[in-house]
């Protein structure tokens, strides 16, 4: 190989990575200020859909760019919604009255317009753009059916829907904290009966709003999560003993305000390193709380 063609390879390869940095650099911006939308939820609803609808995506088997695209769709689902008036941030659609309503929905149309102005996002605001289309042809923007509406969009209206009924209130107060528990099985005793409703429900709706096929492997995923957690306990750990497979009982932000951990989000390693920032620079405590295995 001639020293021009391995020159040639290094710059396209150092352009890669510069691309795909600044894909994710743009994804991170998009995701902290959609953060900020989220104050009538026990923790951060983007982050969760975005993990899930990955979760949903990888049992799917679906190749690797699709898997992204279905996460990032995930995270970024709402973003259309900045700017919004709390009424179409805490409301449900039949508590909307009409001029409420035709605004909310227009966050999907703003959503789309947003990410088409990165071109690496297209897939993504497509995907965007339909997850508030239903199976049978019933919702919006175009009340397109079945098969027409992207995978992406019914794996995210499932878990987009799910998070909604188990963790949004408009009065915070009122949702189960698992910050104030002693162990996992508190928290899920508590709100077994809830979660059972709510998973009843998307079955009934089968066919319905939601792909009957996604629903069954949602209600597997979502039962197999939270029997995960049975035996975790909630402790304090100092930040060189967290690791990834534990999760953060408790929410930690910045200096600034930025959502850095979100309650109930899996310690990655990517958190672990921003952690690591925020304790160094004194933002957040040497000791976190978790939910993990009694044996951590």
Do not use: W
Not at 45 to 68: C, I, P, Q
């Amino acid at each position: 190989m001639s020293n021009n063609t391995k020159e040639l390879e290094d710059k396209i390869e150092k352009l890669g990575f510069q691309l795909a940095n600044n894909i994710f650099d743009t994804i991170k911006t998009l995701q902290f200020s959609l953060d900020l939308t989220e104050r009538y939820y026990e923790n951060s609803h983007s982050r969760y859909v975005g993990e899930m609808s990955e979760k949903m995506a990888k049992l799917m088997s679906l190749n690797e760019e699709d898997t992204f695209e279905v996460r990032t769709a995930g995270l970024l689902h709402d973003i259309g919604k900045i700017g919004f008036r709390d009424t179409a941030l805490f409301k449900t659609m039949p508590e909307m009255n009409s001029r409420e309503l035709k605004q909310y929905k227009l966050h999907v149309d703003i959503g789309r317009e947003m990410l088409y102005n990165h071109k690496a996002l297209y897939g993504v605001a497509d995907i965007v753009y339909e997850h508030h289309e239903n199976f049978d042809g019933t919702g919006f923007p175009e009340k397109k059916q079945k098969s027409q509406i992207k995978v992406g969009a019914r794996i995210i209206s499932i878990v987009d829907f799910y998070h909604n009924a188990m963790h949004k209130s408009m009065k915070l107060d009122s949702i189960s904290d698992l910050s104030q528990k002693s162990n996992a099985m508190d928290y899920l005793q508590e709100t077994q009966r809830k979660f059972d409703s709510v998973l009843e429900y998307i079955d009934d709706q089968k066919n319905i709003k939601f792909d009957p096929e996604l629903v069954h492997l949602f209600i597997k995923l979502a039962e197999s999560e939270r029997k995960r957690i049975e035996g975790f306990l909630v402790k304090r750990i100092h930040i060189a003993n967290v690791k990834p497979g534990m999760i953060f009982a408790e929410s930690y932000y910045s200096s600034s305000g930025l959502l850095i951990a979100n309650k109930g989000e899996v310690v990655a390693n990517d958190s672990l390193k921003a952690l690591y920032r925020c304790v160094e620079s004194d933002q957040i405590p040497q000791k976190l709380l978790m939910l993990a295995d009694n044996n951590d």
